[in-house]
């Protein structure tokens, strides 16, 4: 799915950009080489979107780019609403669903499910291979700081170093504070086959730059 980007001397990256809301972001992520594309349909996050701009959008990205559909704690009826709408490939649960909730999902609409788990410290890593039996894909990111009202696309990191060695049984893709200036690092250290990005290519909250997105995935080149 997508163009894949080659980080010199390693093995191909792909790369996530989430939160997208208009056509020229999708076109921008798609040009740029992005394997998946991401809606957010968590209201209080400035980057949500309703379903029939979500539909459009969706209809508008390539074919093989991968269309990502991302909530927070939703109950059936609200993934209803969106997915029985929206042409998703995927579907990412962001809250604190348990792996009984995950392989739920997956199984009433069909669709491959990624989850989030938010990364402190080794512990969570653990954790998050509970996780392995019921999810496609995992997505580490960095934990929400105390407080936020969002609980990923803060802007924040974690210790890449943690990852050093971190096997799953299910791909994974790593989240959290990645920027055009700390990707190529950020892969380097953690091992990351994908990455994900979002606060990290906007020129202000919730507002996607095409620029920083084409820099985003040529850092991946360097």
């Known amino acids: 799915m997508g163009l894949r980007v080659m980080l010199s001397g390693r093995a191909p990256v792909r790369f996530k950009v989430c939160g997208l809301t208009a056509g020229d972001q999708v076109e921008a992520a798609a040009e740029a080489g992005a394997g998946y594309v991401g809606f957010v349909f968590f209201p209080r996050s400035p980057r949500t979107v309703g379903v029939e701009r979500a539909r459009e959008l969706a209809w ?3 074919v093989g780019v991968a ?3 991302l909530f927070v704690d939703a109950t059936d009826e609200e993934l209803g609403a969106v997915i029985d709408r929206v042409p998703l490939d995927m579907v990412q649960l962001h809250g604190r669903e348990g ?3 995950v392989a ?3 199984a009433r609409w069909g669709l491959p499910v990624m989850k989030a788990v938010g990364v402190g410290g080794a512990a969570d890593l653990d954790r998050a291979k509970d996780y392995e039996g019921a999810a496609d894909q995992l997505l580490l ?3 929400a700081p105390a407080g ?6 803060n802007g924040v990191a974690f210790d890449w170093g943690l990852l050093r060695g971190f096997s799953a049984r299910v ?6 504070g990645l920027s055009p200036s700390n990707v190529a690092e950020a892969v380097r250290v953690s091992g990351a086959r994908q990455v994900d990005v979002s606060s990290g290519v906007e020129s202000a909250p919730g507002v996607k730059d095409a620029g920083l997105i084409r820099a985003f995935a040529e850092a991946l080149t360097a």
């Open 60 to 62: 508008a990205a390539p």
């Open 171 to 176: 791909p994974w893709m790593l989240a959290g």
């Open 99 to 101: 792996p009984e909730r």
């Open 148 to 153: 936020a009202a969002l609980p990923g696309g």
């Open 141 to 143: 990111d960095a934990k």
């Open 104 to 106: 739920e999902v997956r």
């Open 67 to 69: 269309k990502v559909g």
